[in-house]
């Protein structure tokens, strides 16, 4: 392992954690983390559920929103944690210098603005960013590699070092 190309990644809840784990990286200066794949991230746990995306796809899509809120009824504590940029780094207020990212979404997710308005966000600061919404797929299509063509293209298209 070479400890100077050190990556985080993730899908969903994962791509939460890692979005995380790249701002607590480079808040602390370590480890320097080199890249951050974010697949479908959850990185808004705003219980607002104001994303256009909530609304489009809020049911029959796998993910519901339903389960989304189920899920952060066992993630946060209470209103205030779900504010907090360490459960919901969309909300984390100077992402410059955050390592480059790539955001994957699909579109019949509930998660597809939120990882947009992600991908933009850093963008913005000037971090380099590659983002790809994939078109007809859902949550969890990243995981149908082996069935999903489209899933497949999301495979390879991802870094591997």
Not at 14 to 20: C, F, I, R, T
Not at 54 to 61: I, K, L, P, R
Not at 107 to 120: I, M, Q
Request: glycine content about 6%; charged content about 15%.
């Amino acid at each position: 392992m070479n400890p100077s190309q050190i990556a985080v990644g993730g899908d969903s809840a994962g791509g939460n954690l890692s979005a995380v784990m790249a701002i607590k990286a480079k808040e602390q200066g370590s480890p320097p983390l080199t890249y951050q794949l974010l697949i479908y991230p959850a990185v808004s746990t705003d219980i607002r559920f104001d994303f256009p995306s909530m609304t489009e796809n809020a049911n029959g899509y796998l993910l519901t929103v339903d389960s989304i809120r189920w899920f952060y009824s066992q993630y946060l504590r209470n209103e205030e944690d779900a504010m907090n940029p360490y459960s919901s780094p969309l909300l984390y207020k100077n992402v410059t210098s955050l390592p480059p990212a790539m955001v994957i979404t699909a579109e019949f997710d509930p998660l597809r603005y939120e990882g947009k308005a992600y991908a933009e966000r850093l963008q913005q600061a000037g971090v380099p960013v590659h983002y790809t919404c994939y078109k007809g797929m859902f949550h969890q299509f990243f995981n149908l590699g082996h069935e999903v063509d489209a899933a497949k293209a999301a495979i390879m298209e991802a870094p591997t070092s």
